[in-house]
T-cell receptor, first 113, second 112 residues
Framework: DVKVTQSSRYLVKRTGEKVFLECVQD?????MFWYRQDPGLGLRLIYF???????EKGDIPEGYSVSREKKERFSLILESASTNQTSMYLC????????????FGQGTRLTVV | DAKTTQPPSMDCAEGRAANLPCNHS???????VYWYRQIHSQGPQYIIH???NNETNEMASLIITEDRKSSTLILPHATLRDTAVYYC?????????????FGGGTRLMVKP
């Protein structure tokens, strides 16, 4: 089974801290995604990557950056965390070709205080 | 990008069919309709996808209208475990690859 693992289930950080959210997948997928999920707003795409060192902005990239140094790992970085970045963060991966499903991690609930 | 519109919530009696509608009136000819669901405290889970023909798998059936402007996900015998938020999304293809854009979804409550 495909496994997408996010490093933390719950995280509490202070305003202004640099925060790293890590995601690892074990199926050699080229495409990886970071979403945030907020009540009433559904899932919104932050960034995605279609290959190592490649990245594309999603719908709400402001305040975030990403890193894809290895194929299996896609990191989301909050350079200076703010309270409005308190949210559930979801990572997903999928192969590039064909109409295949995306596999999601369990999510990281980040609280910025 | 094609957008989808879904009712925010629906109820369904346990054992009955749950019919979840989705409007995607601006869908392009080569875009597929995908359905995912998210059970509380878990990541989204793939259910089914289709282009223009009706599709069925072990989880659900997908009915797409002839003009492709809307579709319906059918859970034939809903169980309490089907309580979840259901997302209807349209596959967006960019120059760089494929990404999934989620809308608000429908919160399905299956009641005993």
């Amino acid at each position: 089974d495909v496994k997408v693992t996010q490093s933390s289930r719950y995280l509490v950080k202070r305003t202004g801290e640099k925060v790293f959210l890590e995601c690892v997948q074990d199926m050699d997928h080229e495409n990886m995604f970071w979403y945030r999920q907020d009540p009433g707003l559904g899932l919104r795409l932050i960034y995605f990557s279609y290959d190592v060192k490649m990245k594309e902005k999603g719908d709400i990239p402001e305040g975030y950056s990403v890193s894809r140094e290895k194929k299996e790992r896609f990191s989301l970085i909050l350079e200076s965390a703010s309270t409005n970045q308190t949210s559930m963060y979801l990572c997903a991966s999928r192969p590039p070709a064909g109409h295949t499903e995306a596999f999601f991690g369990q999510g990281t609930r980040l609280t910025v205080v | 990008d094609a957008k989808t519109t879904q009712p925010p919530s629906m109820d369904c009696a346990e054992g009955r069919a749950a019919n979840l509608p989705c409007n995607h009136s601006t869908i392009s000819g080569n875009e597929y309709v995908y359905w995912y669901r998210q059970i509380h405290s878990q990541g989204p889970q793939y259910i089914i996808h289709g282009l223009k023909n009706n599709e069925t798998n072990e989880m659900a059936s997908l009915i797409i209208t002839e003009d492709r402007k809307s579709s319906t996900l059918i859970l034939p015998h809903a169980t309490l475990r089907d309580t979840a938020v259901y997302y209807c999304i349209v596959r967006v293809v960019t120059n760089a690859g494929n990404m999934l854009t989620f809308g608000g979804g429908t919160r399905l409550m299956v009641k005993p």
